[in-house]
């Protein structure tokens, strides 16, 4: 039944369904000009411009498995096959990060070769090309913003540390930065069941909070407690993305 449904979402030759064509022309919001008209002409005459949506798709994608495969195991035992885990994880991370470069550069390609400015007049695709420079010049700061900041902190660490001053330095047993919303995020999945939602049995992960659980003696799942290195790291990863980010972005932005 659900594939019969699934089946019929779009319209084919015969009238029913969705047309993919009529959903993007109707978005049309009060400050986008032509919205999303010419996008779907887009994507039925470029392989180009396919490929970058789906390379970005995709690529996400993988990367939201990898985390989720060791935060939530599929099954009992893959959890203590601890290097199947990091392999698996390693494995997303890096497709995922490949995928998404490729995304930028068929991006680039679509711009040169088979973009037409005539067919994507005042469309938000014209749009974004015609405020590139501000897009970028944010994005530019971000990174430096973020780099000075979080690689600061590390950078203050290696002294202090090479200084004899430990109890100078960020951490959990010295100068705290605990990230105190992401703490208060796990708190409310970890109070979920009989609280937030009171017919779930247990919580929806236990790397949220609870209790270890072992299988045949091996830790299989425990609470990821998060401190200062969990949120000195974060904006390492910040930092890293944002980077990729500008370059992709950047990257087609100013293909033509």
Not at 30 to 41: Q, V
Not at 78 to 86: C, G
Not at 174 to 183: E, G, K
Not at 211 to 218: E, I, M, Q, Y
């Amino acid at each position: 039944v659900l594939f019969l449904v699934a089946g019929h979402m779009y319209r084919t030759n015969w009238g029913i369904g969705h047309s993919m064509k009529e959903i993007l022309e109707a978005h049309k919001g009060p400050f986008t000009g032509e919205g999303h008209k010419g996008l779907y002409e887009i994507l039925t005459t470029s392989w180009h411009a396919q490929l970058a949506i789906n390379l970005a798709m995709i690529g996400s994608l993988s990367i939201i498995v990898a985390h989720h495969m060791y935060a939530m195991p599929p099954y009992p035992f893959i959890a203590t096959d601890y290097p199947t885990q990091l392999s698996l994880f390693t494995h997303h991370m890096w497709i995922g990060g490949f995928c998404i470069v490729g995304a930028g550069a068929h991006a680039s390609i679509f711009m040169v070769r088979d973009y037409n400015p005539a067919q994507n007049y005042n469309n938000l695709l014209d749009r974004v090309i015609r405020h590139r420079d501000a897009i970028i010049s944010h994005l530019n700061w971000v990174c430096i913003f973020l780099g000075f900041h979080s690689f600061g902190l590390y950078i203050h660490n290696d002294t202090m540390r090479a200084l004899g001053r430990s109890q100078d330095m960020f951490s959990d047993t010295a100068i705290q930065l605990q990230p105190i919303f992401a703490q208060w995020v796990q708190n409310i999945h970890t109070l979920a069941p009989g609280n937030t939602a009171p017919n779930a049995l247990t919580t929806a992960s236990y790397a949220f909070g609870g209790d270890v659980v072992a299988v045949g003696n091996k830790v299989a799942m425990m609470p990821i407690s998060l401190g200062t290195a969990d949120f000195m790291v974060h904006h390492i990863h910040a930092f890293t993305i944002h980077v990729s980010v500008l370059i992709l972005v950047k990257g087609f932005l100013f293909a033509r």
